[in-house]
């Protein structure tokens, strides 16, 4: 452990928070507008703002995102993930649901929304091929890897 005179410095990591967003058996999917991942589907989320909990950014992305209040915010996972070489990530992802008939009402980071299930939203954009296509990008061969084993243990423990 280090003392106080010595040149340790603490490592510095972004946190990033999301949510599988369910309604009845299908989840939330986003198309993302903007930014390194621009037409990616992912869920909903994005940074953790200074002075706030995971539980309380996880709420506010959503809402800021798609409009929806949700319901039995749950802790599902937490996994690190490398954007780039000089940069490390903790994302906290989360389970939670909405009411049957609700809709998202998209803001300008997303260009499109839909409703998956979840086997459906894994195979198509997680399968073997997107690994394979992504050889050559590194870090955003580390991070769909990393959603993809995330689905993975969603699917395989049913969500809870």
């Not at 990616?40 to 989320?45: I, L, N, R």
Request: charged fraction near 20%; include cysteine.
């Amino acid at each position: 452990m280090p003392n106080e005179t010595s040149d340790y410095v603490p490592p510095s990591f972004h946190v990033h928070v999301d949510a599988i967003v369910r309604r009845g058996d299908d989840m939330l999917v986003m198309k993302r507008a903007m930014g390194a991942m621009t037409g990616a589907w992912y869920f909903p989320g994005g940074s953790l703002e200074h002075g706030e909990s995971p539980e309380v950014a996880a709420r506010r992305e959503i809402r800021e995102e798609t409009g929806l209040e949700v319901v039995s915010l749950r802790l599902f996972r937490v996994w690190h993930y490398q954007p780039d070489a000089s940069a490390h990530s903790v994302a906290i992802s989360y389970t939670c649901s909405v009411p049957p008939g609700v809709e998202p009402v998209i803001n300008e980071e997303h260009a499109a929304y839909r409703w998956m299930a979840p086997q459906e939203y894994r195979s198509r954009y997680f399968n073997d091929g997107v690994l394979t296509a992504l050889q050559d990008r590194p870090y955003a061969l580390g991070l769909v890897t990393q959603i993809r084993d995330m689905l993975d243990a969603y699917l395989t423990n049913a969500g809870t």
